[in-house]
């Protein structure tokens, strides 16, 4: 039998939200974290942009790759 393993972040939230048990609690910290990782992305890519890296001609090669062909053939 293979034993779960959480790590410290999951063990906090775990402790955090033991007591939580409303639909409506979960439905709003889904949307907090969504949007507390799309501010993370967002802020990366405005990185990656002013660095260079990341620019109109790049995005629209992005934009023209079929994401989940390249995610099988990444496997």
Partial sequence: METTVFNPI???LLKMFERK???KDL????EV?????????????NE????????QKRLDEIGEIDLHEFMRNSK
């Fill in 21 to 23: 048990k409303d639909e």
């Fill in 10 to 12: 999951q063990i906090h």
């Fill in 33 to 45: 974290l969504s949007n507390y990782y799309a501010q993370k992305l967002n802020d990366h890519l």
């Fill in 48 to 55: 990656l942009w002013d660095a260079g890296i990341l620019d």
């Fill in 27 to 30: 439905l709003e910290l889904q």
